[in-house]
């Protein structure tokens, strides 16, 4: 059972212009949300969190915003550099579990 | 500012042997975890330990175990391997359970044959 889904699991993305990766949940119960990013042979990186009482949190060139009603939530990159050229994962929290989507692509193309 | 620290990187084994990998962490974490992340399916929790002298299954248990030997060490046993078990594993530490982020150790990539 797919708590957490991040569909579109690639995207290439021209350097200086805006990355959006998305991420839906279904368990209700969630209330703090991560990001965490992913180079080859290395382990992932938190990026932002946001908690459930907020709907956008904001950290240098990352924001992500949370839509609870749709339960949904996006991670925004501007400007896009080719660092940023990764894998993206996205969890939630509730009942004291964490759940990890299978993660999304992201090349920057410089 | 090693972080976590996971041996060893690499590892092949046969099946039906048996192995520990080890995980050492220096940030005084209260909490360890151990995930494995296989194509196309994320990171699932295998095992946990939510303060030093516990631990708890995760989602995909079956064939494994784990120690907490002390506040910085958490071990993770593979009795006897199978191909199933091929994966990379890795370690991860936070400060508590609920709400913190999880620090990740480099992986160790285990093929079992």
């Known amino acids: 059972d797919q708590q957490v889904k991040q569909n579109s699991p690639s995207l290439s993305v021209q350097e200086g212009r805006i990355s959006i990766l998305n991420c839906d949940y279904t368990?209700?119960?969630?209330?703090?949300f991560l990001w965490y990013k992913k180079y080859p042979a290395e382990g992932p990186t938190f990026l932002i969190s946001i908690s459930s009482i907020k709907d956008k949190n904001e950290d240098g060139r990352f924001t992500v915003f949370l839509n609870k009603s749709a339960k949904h939530l996006s991670l925004h990159i501007v400007p896009s550099q080719p660092g940023d050229s990764a894998v993206y994962f996205c969890a939630g929290y509730g009942n004291n579990r964490l759940a990890f989507g299978k993660g999304n692509q992201v090349v920057v193309i410089p | 500012n090693a972080g976590v620290t996971q041996t060893p990187k690499f590892q092949v084994l046969k099946t039906g042997q048996s192995m520990t990998l080890q995980c050492a962490q220096d940030?005084?974490?209260?909490?360890m975890y151990w995930y494995r992340q296989d194509p196309g399916m994320g990171l699932r929790l295998i095992y946990y330990?939510?303060?030093?002298?516990?631990?708890d299954k995760g989602e995909v248990p079956n064939g494994y175990n784990v120690s907490r030997l002390n506040k910085r060490e958490f071990s993770l046993r593979l009795e006897s391997a199978a191909p199933s078990q091929t994966s990379v594993y890795f370690c991860a530490s936070s400060q508590d359970r609920v709400q913190t982020p999880l620090h990740f150790g480099n992986g160790t990539r285990l093929t079992v044959t």
């Open positions: 330990s939510a303060s030093e002298g516990t631990t």
């Open positions: 940030m005084n974490h209260n909490s």
């Open positions: 368990n209700s119960m969630f209330d703090y």
